[in-house]
């Protein structure tokens, strides 16, 4: 898992990190082009990756997308990245009305599971949202309470945890990968 604020070099990270794995490269993106302005972020994004990656656009069933990933890539190991899991969870919160801490956990469950029952490395990128102020508005509240529960369990679930700060990764846990 790699964490931190917008703008800190996550995705960056995860792209250098992901050089340690062989096998097939797959980007899992949950991003979607509501503006202008998106449509360019993701564009950015699409240039800063390495020749030779496949690419799955998955905003909302992100566990289905990256078990489908894991099983075509069968016994060859490989790398994922899904980026991120916070615009995934924003993309949830609107979707379903009803969507709070308690799903965002479920999900950030079976998205921990999938990755932990494969042989391929999963990297997930999301944001850090606790280090900030208490938004001003109920959905913003949600948003950071489900953000903040999903990145829990992942950073629970992960075998490394990384937080990145102005550009700089610092390794917050290492522990060596188990079957649960």
């Known amino acids: 898992m790699v964490t931190g604020g917008s703008r800190s070099g ?7 990190t992901a050089k340690r794995f ?21 564009e950015a994004h699409r240039r800063s990756r390495p020749a030779g990656w496949s690419v799955v656009e998955e905003p909302a069933d992100v566990v289905n997308a990256l078990r489908t990933v894991l099983a075509v890539s069968g016994p060859v190991a490989g790398v ?14 609107l979707k379903y009305e009803a969507f709070g801490e308690a799903d965002a956990a479920a999900k950030a469950l079976e998205l921990a599971d999938a990755a932990n029952g494969s042989p391929a490395g999963v990297i997930v990128v999301t944001n850090e949202v606790g280090s900030g102020i208490v938004p001003d508005n109920p959905l913003a509240r949600r948003f950071r309470d489900c953000a903040g529960r999903a990145n829990q369990v992942l950073a629970r679930e992960a075998t490394e945890v990384h937080l990145c700060v102005s550009g700089i990764p610092i390794s917050i846990k290492r522990r060596r990968r188990s079957v649960r």
């Open 22 to 42: 062989g096998g097939p490269r797959t980007f899992l993106a949950t991003a979607q082009a509501h503006d202008h302005e998106m449509k360019q972020r993701i």
């Open 10 to 16: 996550k995705s960056g990270f995860a792209l250098e």
């Open 80 to 93: 994922v990245i899904v980026d991120c899991v916070t615009i995934w969870i924003s993309n949830l919160i």
